[in-house]
T-cell receptor
Framework: GEDVEQSLFLSVREGDSSVINCTYT??????LYWYKQEPGAGLQLLTY?????DMKQDQRLTVLLNKKDKHLSLRIADTQTGDSAIYFC?????????????FGGGTRLMVKP | DTEVTQTPKHLVMGMTNKKSLKCEQH?????MYWYKQKAKKPPELMFV???????INESVPSRFSPECPNSSLLNLHLHALQPEDSALYLC????????????FGPGTRLTVL
């Protein structure tokens, strides 16, 4: 099974806030990432948070990290139809050449007009 | 500029064909990656090159052969593939430093007939 877990699906109305949750297992992870993937496209880096931080805000995006519970969340304020995509969280673990990513299964966000 | 480019965008090949996927980055990154992504799944790591040397091979079948001609280019040579190898192949690059954030290309959609 996957070490990083996400819920499969989230549906919100345009203008509402979206919260996508993720749990991970490796307490030694240094960085945690959120990527967005639109249909037929590659992964777009949205934001990341260093493991010694609790929160990071970047425009409409807010990342919260609870290290004790190994829980990561991504809040998208004022969600737009263009935010409809699959969102992957990923934890970075040091291995050989650098930080290798372990991805969650992805959460499909559907934004209704 | 955080762009990783991949060619071709789409590729259809028979099981006896030989083809190559190409990836390029001009961010001065020292690590480059190949991932395979099946539909509705997260990316799976295949290979990692660090400073133009292969550092990780995730037990990938020999019908996939990576090559790193220089620090900006990464190829994936394909030979005698199977229909189950049909997937989106993603290339990524990273600086190789402590904050080793990976940037992804748009991918090559491969179909094996």
């Amino acid at each position: 099974g996957e070490d990083v877990e996400q819920s499969l699906f989230l549906s919100v109305r345009e203008g509402d806030s979206s919260v996508i949750n993720c749990t991970y297992t490796d307490s030694s992870s240094t960085y945690l990432y959120w990527y967005k993937q639109e249909p037929g496209a590659g992964l777009q880096l949205l934001t990341y948070i260093f493991s010694n931080m609790d929160m990071k805000q970047d425009q409409r995006l807010t990342v919260l990290l609870n290290k004790k519970d190994k829980h990561l969340s991504l809040r998208i304020a004022d969600t737009q139809t263009g935010d409809s995509a699959i969102y992957f969280c990923a934890e970075a673990r040091w291995r050989n050449a650098g930080n290798m990513l372990t991805f969650g299964g992805g959460t499909r966000l559907m934004v209704k007009p | 500029d955080t762009e990783v480019t991949q060619t071709p965008k789409h590729l259809v090949m028979g099981m006896t064909n030989k083809k190559s996927l190409k990836c390029e980055q001009h961010m001065g990154h020292r690590a480059m990656y190949w991932y395979k992504q099946k539909a509705k799944k997260p990316p799976e790591l295949m290979f990692v090159y660090s400073y133009e040397k292969l550092s990780i091979n995730e037990s990938v079948p020999s019908r996939f052969s990576p090559e790193c001609p220089n620090s900006s280019l990464l190829n994936l040579h394909l030979h005698a593939l199977q229909p189950e190898d049909s997937a989106l192949y993603l290339c990524a690059s990273s600086s190789g430093g402590a904050a080793d954030t990976q940037y992804f290309g748009p991918g090559t959609r491969l179909t094996v007939l």
